[in-house]
């Protein structure tokens, strides 16, 4: 019994390097278009000609 559960321990804490730079790349990804939404948000908010060329009225 001892020995099966530490060979379930040893096989699932197995690193998987490809997923390890995918989950680095989503995150990454993620942070980027946050801070670009934000960014642009902000943009939007504070500069009237903006507002005025995407809604159409003034702000």
Same mark, same amino acid.
């Given at each position: 019994?001892? =020995?099966?559960? #530490? &060979?379930?321990?040893v096989?699932?804490? =197995?690193p998987?390097? &490809? +997923?390890?730079? #995918?989950?680095?790349?989503? *995150? &990454? +990804?993620?942070? /980027?278009f946050?801070?670009?939404?934000? /960014?642009?948000? *902000? /943009?939007?908010?504070?500069? %009237?000609?903006?507002? #005025? /060329?995407?809604?159409g009225? %003034?702000?």
């Open positions: 019994m001892k =020995d099966e559960l #530490q &060979s379930l321990v096989r699932s804490s =197995d998987l390097e &490809s +997923a390890n730079n #995918q989950s680095l790349f989503v *995150g &990454s +990804a993620l942070v /980027f946050n801070l670009l939404l934000m /960014f642009c948000l *902000g /943009f939007y908010w504070i500069n %009237p000609s903006v507002h #005025q /060329f995407i809604s009225r %003034p702000l």
